[in-house]
């Protein structure tokens, strides 16, 4: 079994659609990364979050530690949107990262 | 600028040839991270500096691996006798943080492309 698990692998949704990630991970103890990573191979980190829910602009992650779950919703979705998004909790005495396998979002207009 | 900058952003090697690439952390930041990253997958833990020391290597996948930090700022990862398999993209992050915090936010460059011919 994967460390960590995404899903959907690929996503493709029209302009304006609410979009929902999620993510399992059985790694970690305390804490996740929700990172974006446009083609070209750039990788932004959109969230860290140890608890509850995280807001910014259009972007919602929450977490579950207890269950190690979390989501990311996009809402009110646009096509600058597409990306791959990645989560990534880290892991150990150094807080290296394991990363799932990312989530392709294609936003149609 | 105010990110973590790697160079170069493109490598084409011949199989068998040493590489090396870069990478300029955030000033200040104390942890160094590189991450191997293949085609289609999502990127894999290299190595961990905490300043100057290289405190986990578990991830470099071969001893052709070496990875180098010398005064705790730039860090250079060098593959020797390049092979196919190397053909990646490195990612270097770096994070402020200088204990075992798991809240620490990573900074990514945006990458070296290695293609190895």
């Known amino acids: 079994k994967n460390e960590v698990e995404q899903s959907p692998q690929n996503l493709t949704a029209q302009e304006g659609e609410f979009i929902t990630i999620n993510c399992s991970y059985s790694?970690?103890?305390?804490?996740l990364h929700w990172l974006q990573q446009h083609p070209g191979g750039g990788i932004v980190s959109l969230f860290m979050l140890s608890s509850g829910k995280k807001k910014h602009g259009r972007l919602i992650a929450t977490i579950n530690i207890q269950e190690k779950h979390s989501s990311l919703h996009i809402t009110a979705s646009h096509p600058r949107d597409s990306a791959v998004y990645i989560c990534a909790p880290p892991v150990g005495y150094n807080n290296d990262m394991r990363f799932g396998a990312g989530t392709r979002l294609t936003v149609k207009p | 600028g105010a990110g973590v900058s790697q160079s170069p952003r493109y490598k084409v090697a011949k199989r068998g040839q040493d590489v090396a690439l870069r990478c300029d952390p955030i000033s200040g930041h104390v942890s160094l991270f590189w991450y191997q990253q293949a085609l289609g997958q999502g990127p894999e833990f290299l190595t961990y500096?905490?300043?100057?020391?290289?405190?986990?290597k578990s991830g470099l996948p071969s001893d052709r691996f070496f990875a180098e930090r010398p005064e705790g700022s730039v860090s250079t990862l060098k593959i020797q006798r390049t092979q196919q398999e190397d053909s990646a993209v490195y990612l270097c992050?770096?994070?402020?943080?200088?204990?075992?915090?798991?809240?620490?936010?990573?900074?990514f460059g945006d990458g070296t492309r290695l293609s190895i011919l």
């Open positions: 500096f905490q300043n100057e020391a290289q405190l986990d």
């Open positions: 992050a770096s994070s402020l943080g200088r204990t075992a915090v798991q809240d620490q936010p990573q900074h």
């Open positions: 790694v970690g103890i305390s804490a």
